[in-house]
């Protein structure tokens, strides 16, 4: 039987601490399902469409990766994949106590389905997509911090926000 298991995140954008996750789940299973959220922001930079495209080419060339999207509780996404893992990514424990609460819930929710963290490379530990927003927002190179067609996505973004 393959090990499926569903990476759920809201991506806006994926950077390269979001990749890092992707190849170390990659090493433990044999399918890794990229799950874009709709979720509850009402003001994401990026749509949903937009993240899932931006995943997807950047996760080209990794074997076993699938880019999807979900409205609705994660749970019920993970089993319509056929999966039984959630993976999520622990940066710092400024993380712990949110993700630690998600984890309870969703096996409230469904006692079938286990949660497993992986931390990312040193490097990435302090990377967030929100930092990475507001690091652009200010003028800041984002080299290393996600694929350069990302960067460039984020400045347009921010470029035709400032013009509205
Ligand atoms: P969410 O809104 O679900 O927290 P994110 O896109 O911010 O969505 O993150 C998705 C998952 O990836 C979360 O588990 C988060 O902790 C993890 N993550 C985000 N950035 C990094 C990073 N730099 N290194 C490791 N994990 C990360």
């Known amino acids: 039987m393959k090990k499926i298991v569903v990476y759920p995140g809201s991506f806006d954008p994926v950077t390269y601490g979001h990749l890092d996750i992707i190849k170390r789940a990659l090493k433990i299973s044999d399918r890794v399902v990229v799950a874009v959220a709709h979720n509850m922001d009402k003001s994401p930079l990026f749509s949903v469409t937009e993240r899932v495209a931006m995943i997807k080419k950047s996760v080209k060339g990794l074997k076993g990766v699938e880019v999807g999207d979900f409205d609705g ?9 056929g999966a039984r893992v959630v993976i999520r990514g622990l940066r710092m424990i400024s993380d ?3 993700e630690f609460q998600m984890a309870l819930t969703n096996r409230r ?9 992986m931390m990312p490379s040193e490097s990435y530990s302090y990377l967030s997509s929100k930092l990475i927003k507001e690091a652009a927002f200010l003028g800041a190179s984002l080299k290393g911090f996600v694929p350069s067609f990302v960067e460039k996505a984020i400045k347009e973004k921010l470029k035709l926000r400032r013009k509205a």
């Open 96 to 98: 712990f106590e949110y």
């Open 109 to 117: 929710l469904a006692d079938d389905i286990e949660t497993i963290f």
């Open 73 to 81: 509780l994660a749970v019920e996404y993970v089993r319509k994949k």
